[in-house]
C-alpha cells in the first residue's frame, strides 16, 4: 500500500490504551455501556472537529489520556449528563479549534521558540539563495539513496513543514507518516542534515545570527 495508515507500534499503543481506559472504568465500577459511550462520545467528537491535538511523547499522552478519562469516569458516577456535557466539552479543548493560547499571561510564541526555530527563520528570510536550493537538491538526493530503507519522502515532509508552514496534522494527512513520534525523527533528520551542510559551507553562524537578529 502507498499510503500506509497504520504501523504496529501505533496499533499496540491504541490497544494498551484503550485497554487501560476500559480497565479504570472497571476499577471505578462503571457499566460497560458507560464506559463506550463516554469513549466514543469523546473519540467521535473529536474526529468531528478536526485538527486534534497529540503529545509528541507517547508517555504524556497515555498519561493525560487516562487522567482525562478517570475524571470522566468519575462525573459519570455523579451525574451522566453532566459526565456528557464534560466529555464534549474536553474533545473541543484538546482540538486546534479551542485555540487557549491567549488565555496563558506568559505564553512563549511558538514560532521563536520551536525546536527547529533558526531553520525556519532563515529559510523564511533566505527561500530563493543559492544555498537553499543546494540543501534541497541534497535532500532530493537522500530520498533516493534511502528511499527503501526509510520508505519515506523526506523533501515532502521539508517542503510542507518549512516551506507551506502546515501543521503535524496537515503534514501526517498529505504523507505516509501514521503518528507523531515517526514525524518527529524525519523532521530531527532534516534539521540535523541542514545544519551540518550550512557548518560544511561555512555559514551555520549565520543561521544562528539570523535567527536572533529576527528575534530582536
Known amino acids: 500500500m502507498k499510503n500506509k495508515l497504520w504501523n504496529i507500534p501505533s496499533i499496540i499503543f491504541n490497544l494498551l490504551e484503550t485497554?487501560?481506559?476500559?480497565?479504570?472504568?472497571?476499577?471505578?465500577?462503571?457499566?460497560?455501556?458507560?464506559?463506550?459511550?463516554?469513549v466514543v462520545l469523546f473519540v467521535s467528537s473529536r474526529m468531528f472537529l478536526k485538527g486534534a491535538m497529540h503529545y509528541k511523547s507517547w508517555k504524556k499522552c497515555l498519561?493525560?489520556?487516562?487522567?482525562?478519562?478517570?475524571?470522566?469516569?468519575?462525573?459519570?458516577?455523579?451525574?451522566?449528563?453532566?459526565?456528557?456535557?464534560m466529555t464534549l466539552f474536553s474533545a473541543y479543548i484538546v482540538t486546534e479549534r479551542a485555540n487557549?493560547?491567549?488565555?496563558?499571561?506568559?505564553?512563549?510564541?511558538?514560532?521563536?521558540?520551536?525546536?527547529?526555530?533558526?531553520m525556519e527563520t532563515y529559510i523564511k528570510n533566505n527561500e530563493n539563495h543559492q544555498e537553499i536550493k543546494e540543501f534541497e537538491n541534497k535532500l532530493k538526493k537522500i530520498n533516493v539513496?534511502?528511499?527503501?530503507?526509510?520508505?519515506?519522502?523526506?523533501?515532502?515532509?521539508?517542503?510542507?513543514?518549512?516551506?507551506?508552514?502546515?501543521?503535524?496534522e496537515e503534514i501526517k494527512q498529505r504523507t505516509n507518516i501514521s503518528d507523531n513520534h515517526e514525524l518527529t525523527k524525519i523532521l530531527d533528520i532534516i534539521f540535523i542534515t541542514f545544519n551540518m551542510y550550512m557548518d560544511d559551507i561555512g555559514k551555520l553562524d549565520k543561521v544562528f545570527k539570523n535567527f536572533a537578529d529576527e528575534k530582536v
Do not use: P, Q
Open 19 to 38: 485497554f487501560l481506559i476500559w480497565l479504570v472504568g472497571w476499577v471505578l465500577n462503571l457499566n460497560n455501556k458507560d464506559i463506550i459511550l463516554i
Open 63 to 85: 498519561i493525560w489520556t487516562l487522567l482525562l478519562m478517570t475524571s470522566l469516569f468519575i462525573l459519570v458516577k455523579i451525574d451522566i449528563y453532566i459526565a456528557i456535557y
Open 100 to 118: 487557549v493560547k491567549d488565555a496563558y499571561m506568559y505564553y512563549k510564541d511558538t514560532k521563536r521558540e520551536g525546536k527547529y526555530r533558526e
Open 145 to 168: 539513496i534511502y528511499k527503501d530503507r526509510y520508505k519515506k519522502d523526506f523533501y515532502s515532509v521539508y517542503e510542507l513543514k518549512f516551506k507551506e508552514k502546515k501543521s503535524f
